[in-house]
């Protein structure tokens, strides 16, 4: 009898075995499936996170577009809404029913903005924009001349002050008498200021030096103006190498050396002391500055420019003289109003 239980605890521990290794493979292929089941469940999770990431940067991108369109959108219209302001300020326009003496309003508007002058924090601003540009108009002939760190500084500080005072003295205009009698003593006034400075400059440099400024004030204008023309050919796929900008500044060095200019140099390239010429005084100056242009045009392929780019420069040429015509005519009717 003994031998029936021992059978049957046999087939019992088989059977239990047996079930263990079934038990076994079911729950390893269980575990197999969730694991498989948990790849793709973070799989899809890591698409969908990439999905929302897109969607993200898609709406960031169109939030900026959207600011830009309005930007511009606000740009144009204060564009248009100038271009009016100044078509109603121009000589020989009537004012627009209901408008009052526009001329007078913008000169109310300008004069409030010549007594910022007497703010010490404001003219201590200007003078430091006036020696920032400088400093970077004039980085180049420092260094050819072999100035110092500290005379390079005082020359800047000498040459900022007085381009300050002269800008200073012109705010006259705005807050005072403006008629020709008043433009013609505001220039006696500027050409002393001029006169004086350039004299304090020169005791820092000696005379070599201070004569090789003045040729180089001479011509700082347009040297700024070639670095605007050549962005503007880069744009237009007709860029100047380093050569031909070099061989174009000499020309136009010594093409503008033939008509020297006794004006203090205008950086901002706006028609400067242009706007305190009488008419006659302007329009010989323009002719001047036409003749000057068509000489530096004549002779652009010797500083090896290509057709295109000696087209280019005419059109940029072009441009300039309207601007500059364009500026002395607004400037005079908003300072000098008839």
């Known amino acids: 009898m003994s031998k029936v239980p021992l059978f049957f605890l046999a087939a019992a521990a088989a059977g239990g075995a047996a079930f263990s290794f079934v038990q076994w493979n079911a729950r390893s292929a269980a575990d197999a499936a969730a694991a498989e089941r948990e790849r793709r469940i973070a799989a899809l999770e890591q698409s969908a996170r990439a999905a929302l990431d897109a969607a993200k940067k898609s709406q960031d991108a169109l939030a900026i577009e959207k600011e830009n369109v309005a930007r511009l959108t606000k740009e144009r219209d204060e564009a248009l809404a100038k271009s009016k302001q100044i078509a109603a300020f121009a000589p020989g326009t009537p004012a627009a029913a209901g408008d009052a003496k526009p001329q007078a309003d913008f000169r109310s508007m300008l004069g409030g903005f010549a007594k910022a002058f007497d703010d010490p924090e404001q003219r201590k601003a200007m003078k430091g924009m006036q020696e920032q540009m400088i400093g970077g108009a004039y980085a ?199």
């Not at 390079?152 to 300050?164: A, H, I, M, P």
């Not at 036409?290 to 420019?305: D, P, S």
């Open 140 to 338: 180049k002939l420092f260094k050819d001349l072999g100035l110092s760190e500290a005379d390079s500084k005082l020359v800047t500080e000498l040459l900022g002050e007085r381009n300050f005072l002269a800008m200073d003295k012109g705010r006259k205009l705005l807050t005072g008498k403006a008629d020709d009698a008043a433009v013609a003593e505001l220039r006696k006034e500027i050409e002393t200021t001029k006169n004086d400075y350039n004299a304090k400059v020169k005791a820092v440099l000696g005379e070599e030096k201070s004569s090789k400024l003045n040729a180089y004030e001479q011509t700082v204008g347009d040297r700024r103006s070639l670095d605007f023309m050549a962005r503007d050919f880069d744009r237009k796929g007709y860029a100047l190498d380093d050569s031909q900008k070099e061989r174009l500044t000499t020309i136009m060095t010594a093409e503008r050396m033939k008509n020297p200019s006794t004006e203090i140099p205008d950086l901002g390239g706006g028609p400067g002391m242009a706007m305190l010429m009488s008419d006659s005084e302007a329009k010989v100056k323009q002719q001047q500055e036409e003749a000057y242009q068509q000489r530096v045009l004549a002779r652009a392929t010797e500083a090896g420019l290509t057709p295109d780019q000696v087209n280019a420069l005419a059109e940029s040429q072009k441009r300039q003289n309207e601007r500059r015509v364009f500026g002395r005519t607004m400037g005079r009717a908003f300072l000098l109003p008839r």
